[in-house]
């Protein structure tokens, strides 16, 4: 074993740049060399433009202000996401998923015992945003930070240009010492082990590692192609597996959420930026050819014909172990859960997280993969669930697609407890804490989820007019009133 630890990332996208700079920051004590070797001539996904608190997180973790990243990467606020016309026979045709802030404290016990007194045929408040400050602030466009004196911390996400963030990344781990090698991985060699022992590029030359990173996006080049490592697919209750995408001119005054609109089969996103609105549309082949898709995509958005559209695949799923030997993939290699929720750097940030905590325990011993791939697969496993449910509740009859999704019974045992829970009235946050959910999911997402899309069974006839917790709490002129701290 060397003295110095060579870790070597293949891959330079988003997922590459944000594994770089991490291990560059969490290693920065330890004698570790990074190295990342990525080819210009191979093109990034280039999509992912909205992100979850976790790159708040992330940022905060390495030192760097919303100041200093957010102008260069054309970023805005991201406080949660609203959904348009996926449950119409409800009668809520929108509602929205706001980022749980410090302030919720307040109100997610009422929001949760409504939506239960709401499950016995009673007339409640119940719709999410009412219930979360950044509901709040999604309807009145204020941003999200935190001013002055204002006691309670803010949580929100971004919007960005993913070509731009990972520019600004790659900046950020070189000012901390990783190496950049632009060449075209052509082979890998292994130990008799069949442990990973160096990458090789077209000019014959090698790159020698003790832990391998695979960036290389859906290609796998290290964990699937070389390891052999299955990929399970989650076709079976997500059916989405293309994506097309257009950028539009940017909005004004600018939105801080993402909209995302049910379509005929699929559903389309709106991302606001600083420079343009990103858009696309994410739906299934086998419900829609992709011509028939791209019309109903320009019709939404208004465009014409001339407007270029790029088309996209999707492979949706996990790969069955995220650590083998002495190879981690990281990004698209390990999985991806299709972006609803935008869920993709989330799971990179926490699989980083992990990767470094388990790597360093270990003495930088390359082999310790046990408790990372449990944790890793279940984190996938309950974001999973959770997009699931957006599909299983749908109300719409327009297409066979929704039809087929609101049928299917694929489901997994956890998704069909919760989901059992809900329908016999009984309390959804008890079950969650039990069941210790691993997951970025909690028990106001769950609850924003089941009683946006109005899972609720008929009123009663009898209505006592009373028990209203969002009425007594008097919580809307409580946020009303915290909402003047904040500004367009
Ligand atoms: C339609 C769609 C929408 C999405 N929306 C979101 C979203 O809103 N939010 C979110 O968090 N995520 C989203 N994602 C996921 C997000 O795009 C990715 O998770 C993120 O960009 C990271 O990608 P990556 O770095 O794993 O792979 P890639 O961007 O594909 O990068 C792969 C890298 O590997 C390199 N490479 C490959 N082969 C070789 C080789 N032989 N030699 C050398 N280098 C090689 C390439 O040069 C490149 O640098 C979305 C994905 C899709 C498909």
């Not at 991985?185 to 832990?211: Q, W």
């Not at 997500?238 to 004004?252: D, Q």
């Not at 011509?291 to 790969?319: C, K, N, P, T, W």
């Not at 697609?401 to 299917?408: K, S």
Request: proline share 4%; hydrophobic share 35%.
């Amino acid at each position: 074993m060397n003295s110095e630890h060579r870790i070597i990332i293949a891959g330079g996208g988003t997922a590459g740049w944000m594994t770089a700079a991490l291990t560059a920051h969490r290693f920065k004590h330890f004698p570790v060399s990074i190295t990342l070797v990525e080819s210009s001539q191979i093109a990034t996904i280039g999509v992912g433009e909205g992100s979850t608190p976790s790159l708040k997180q992330f940022f905060t973790e390495l030192g760097i202000s919303d100041e200093t990243w957010m102008p260069e990467c054309s970023a805005t606020y991201k406080v949660g996401i609203q959904f348009c016309d996926w449950s119409p026979a409800s009668g809520v045709p929108q509602y929205r998923h706001p980022f749980i802030s410090q302030l919720d404290t307040f109100s997610q016990r009422p929001f949760e015992v409504n939506c239960q007194t709401r499950r016995l045929g009673l007339d409640v408040t119940t719709l999410p945003d009412k219930f979360l400050f950044n509901g709040y602030l999604a309807k009145a466009q204020c941003l999200p930070v935190t001013p002055p004196n204002f006691p309670f911390r803010m949580e929100y996400g971004y919007h960005f240009d993913s070509a731009r963030l990972g520019q600004f990344l790659k900046k950020h781990a070189q000012s901390l010492g990783v190496q950049h090698v632009d060449a075209k991985i052509a082979g890998v060699d292994t130990h008799p082990d069949g442990s990973l022992s160096s990458l090789i590029d077209t000019n014959s030359n090698h790159y020698n590692g003790d832990l391998f990173i695979d960036c290389t996006g859906f290609r796998s080049l290290l964990l699937q192609q070389t390891l052999n490592v299955p990929f399970t697919s989650f076709a079976d209750n997500l059916f989405n597996n293309k994506a097309m995408v257009l950028a539009t001119e940017p909005t004004s005054p600018l939105p801080v959420e993402t909209k995302a609109t049910a379509l005929s089969n699929g559903w389309a996103w709106q991302i606001p930026l600083q420079t343009r609105t990103g858009n696309g549309y994410v739906y299934s082949d086998a419900y829609q050819s992709q011509d028939s898709a791209e019309q109903e995509f320009r019709r939404y958005l208004g465009v014409s014909d001339a407007a270029q559209i790029e088309h996209l695949s999707m492979q949706v799923g996990q790969v069955e172990q995220h650590w083998v030997k002495n190879c981690v993939a990281l990004g698209l290699s390990q999985g991806f859960i299709e972006p609803l929720e935008a869920t993709a750097l989330h799971l990179v940030y926490q699989s980083a997280r992990l990767l470094c905590e388990q790597y360093q325990k270990s003495g930088f011993n390359a082999q310790q993969s046990g408790t990372y791939n449990q944790q890793v697969s279940t984190q996938f496993d309950n974001v999973r669930d959770y997009i699931v449910a957006h599909y299983k509740l749908n109300t719409r009859n327009d297409t066979a697609y929704w039809q087929h999704n609101r049928n299917n019974g694929k489901l997994s045992d956890s998704l069909m407890q919760i989901l059992d829970t809900w329908y016999r009235g009984e309390d959804l946050a008890a079950h969650l804490t039990k069941k210790a959910h691993l997951t970025h999911f909690n028990s106001i997402s769950w609850h924003c989820l089941l009683a946006g899309y109005g899972t609720f069974p008929a009123l009663a006839t009898q209505q006592p007019g009373q028990g209203d917790l969002f009425k007594e709490h008097q919580l809307q002129q409580f946020f009303e009133g915290c909402l003047l701290n904040f500004k367009a």
